[in-house]
């Protein structure tokens, strides 16, 4: 009787990785023909080659890869889920009509602006913002980290009052007039 011995193949479940809370990573397993992964949550499948991982805490997936000869391991690999940035756009701002402010978001390192209409620039930190009409600005922050958050930030557009300085007027050198606004 002739027993043949194989080897357990050598399954590597792929590089650790690291995902924005709400993001999802592909899992690229290789050395098996098929796999089966644990735990399930977060997975898009656990009987499949490249599930699509979206889990909402750092997690340590298991996959046990099969070979042709029907032989198995297992190899883990983490995905460390990164908290999304605090952003704030800055305070609720009322400007008259022609004004401007400059707006000051914190949380990020960087900045996009939208809609872009009376702002100075769109991916700048303190953009000066003259909008015509009331407007509410969005901003997209990113961290040192790569991971991205939003708040808004309303800029009140006031009209001008309409003044008038009244009639014209004649009177004569000497005397006075009163001006009625």
Known sequence: VRITVYSAPPIDAGPNVSICLGSS?????????SYVWTPGTGLSCTACTSPIATPVTTTLYTVTGTDASGCHNTDTVR???KPLPVIDAGPHVR?????????????????????G???????????????????I???TGTD???????DTVSITVNPLPTISAGFPT????????????
């Open 137 to 139: 600005y969005t901003v």
């Open 170 to 181: 004649g009177f004569c050198i000497g005397s006075s007039t009163t001006l009625s606004p």
């Open 95 to 115: 400007i008259c009509f022609g004004a401007s402010t400059i707006l000051s978001p914190s949380g990020g390192v960087s900045y996009t602006w939208l809609p």
């Open 144 to 150: 040192a980290g790569g991971c991205q958050n939003t």
């Open 79 to 81: 995905v460390t889920v």
């Open 25 to 33: 990573t592909i899992l690229s397993p290789s050395g098996g023909v």
């Open 117 to 135: 209409t009376g702002l100075s620039c769109t991916t700048c930190t303190n953009p000066i913002a003259s909008p015509a009409t009331t407007t």
